[in-house]
């Protein structure tokens, strides 16, 4: 069977397994976001908490995604089998990325800047607010497309533990030894990861400050 | 805190007392050692050194960047340590090299920072922020709504100027103010500045290491070595003073300014 027959023939499941994904994708990111931005503010004056944050991101971020998924099941309240479970690793997933550029963009700013907002009478939140986080925008949403990408990748996997997705196609499509069911997970997904790209990467030329 | 307006004290004299700074107590190298001046209304007090000479964290130590490990730094009548910083360094205007301007900030916002950070009203801010970029001689109409780096760095240390004096504070603080810029731009913001600083009537510590500026801002001249206080003396008095490090600064001035000087 050609790939173009098995799309046209199945394509209101593809188009609801892709809808599917990004829901994953988006609910993921912005669990992730919600916790890593906040995070990467708290940690520029704590560095125990940062050695500690930083640590166990990266952590998470070296664990294969189908352990980690794996993992996941046996715990209570968050694991289980389908999409909360998928969700909460897509998460610890993309922490890293956006975790460490929101403190690499947060301390990378110009010394003679921070020290002319400190002499002029500024307080260390007015600085973090008015300086630091404007001035870090771009490179955190750096950080969120790279998180973004990764996830939308990820989420594929997530079909393992029944949490539905894209990768539902490829995971049968292996099994049946079809080029054609893989792309059809394959091909949607790899689109989708390029339209975010190029959105994130548009926002953030928007958002850099020359 | 004992948060008080920088209206309510009419002192603007910054005056050291015997002020040691060590980076930490353990630490045997003192990086100044045992500094008494003071400085007050009017005048433009110059601290002339080489590199690591201490004349940088003499003045951090006014605006309390820093505190002193042994003696006292007093602004307006009361030790730095007394003050609470934010206060503090809100009635002290202070200018850097790089002027450190906000990259995401207008020309306008920059300035109008201490006074925002004070809640002036949006009419008085703005004519407050027109007020003082026609004092460092920039056109509001041109340059207000431009970002710093549409600026040339002539321009940019101006509004760095403009930027300090926004809340109208009785003490300037200025670190190599214009150490970055081409020798033309330079002198031009050193003749603008001295005429400046002598309408102002405020207190200003000036830090440089080039001694012909020195010579034309100061009312007088602290010169530092290695943390301490080698003379204190005026421009007038400065290059007759007897000692190696005064000679080694006079010897630095170019061949033809040495002659006419």
């Given amino acids: ?210 | 805190m004992n948060a008080k307006n920088g209206s309510d004290n009419s002192d603007h004299t910054v005056q050291f007392r015997n002020v040691t700074y060590r980076i930490n107590s353990t630490d045997r190298h003192n990086i100044v050692n045992k500094i008494s001046f003071a400085a007050t209304s009017g005048e433009t007090l110059v601290l002339l050194g080489r590199s690591g000479s201490g004349k940088t964290t003499l003045l951090r130590l006014i605006n309390r960047l820093l505190a002193p490990t042994d003696g006292q730094v007093m602004v307006g009548g009361r030790a730095t340590t007394e003050w609470d910083p934010i206060r503090l360094r809100r009635g002290i205007g202070y200018v850097i090299q790089d002027a450190g301007l906000f990259p995401h900030f207008t020309v306008a916002e920059n300035v109008a920072l201490v006074p925002t950070l004070e809640k002036w009203d949006a009419a008085r801010t703005s004519s407050r922020v027109s007020e003082l970029l026609t004092l460092v001689g920039l056109d509001p109409a041109e340059f207000a709504a431009r970002k710093p780096h549409e600026l040339s760095g002539g321009q940019r240390q101006r509004v760095g100027v403009a930027r300090a004096l926004g809340a109208d504070p009785k003490i300037l603080l200025m670190d190599e103010p214009f150490g970055a810029l081409d020798p033309v731009t330079r002198a031009e913001l050193q003749q603008e500045f001295g005429a400046l600083a002598r309408r102002l009537g405020k207190t200003i510590v000036f830090v440089t290491h080039d001694l012909r500026e020195a010579l034309l801002l100061a009312s007088r001249i602290i010169l530092l070595q290695n943390g301490r206080m080698v003379t204190d003396a005026t421009p007038q008095e400065f290059p007759q003073i007897d000692h190696p490090e005064v000679r080694a600064f006079t010897a630095s001035l170019d061949p033809p300014t040495g002659a006419q000087a």
Avoid: C, K
Wanted: aromatic share 6%.
């Fill in chain 1, 1 to 210: 069977m050609s790939a173009w027959r098995f799309f046209i023939e199945h394509r209101a499941e593809i188009l609801e397994a892709t809808a599917n994904h990004m829901t994953l994708v988006i609910t993921a990111m912005v669990f992730a976001i919600g916790i890593a931005v906040p995070l990467g503010m708290l940690i520029v004056h704590r560095p125990t908490l940062r050695n500690i944050a930083l640590g166990l991101a990266s952590i998470f971020q070296t664990i294969p995604s189908l352990a980690l998924f794996g993992f996941l099941i046996p715990i209570p309240f968050i694991g289980g089998i389908g999409r909360r479970t998928a969700i909460v690793a897509l998460t610890l997933y993309a922490l890293l990325p956006i975790l460490r550029n929101t403190y690499v963009g947060l301390t990378g700013i110009d010394p003679a800047v921070l020290e002319a907002a400190e002499a002029m009478g500024m307080t260390q939140s007015q600085i973090l607010w008015r300086v630091r986080l404007p001035l870090a925008r771009a490179v955190i949403l750096a950080g969120i497309r790279t998180a973004t990408i990764i996830t939308i990748g990820v989420a594929t996997i997530a079909a393992a533990i029944g949490a539905g997705g894209l990768g539902t196609f490829i995971f049968r499509g292996v099994a049946m030894v079809s080029d054609a069911v893989i792309l059809a997970g394959a091909v949607p997904a790899a689109l989708l990861a390029i339209g975010a790209d190029l959105l994130l990467a548009w926002l953030e030329r928007r958002l850099t400050v020359a």
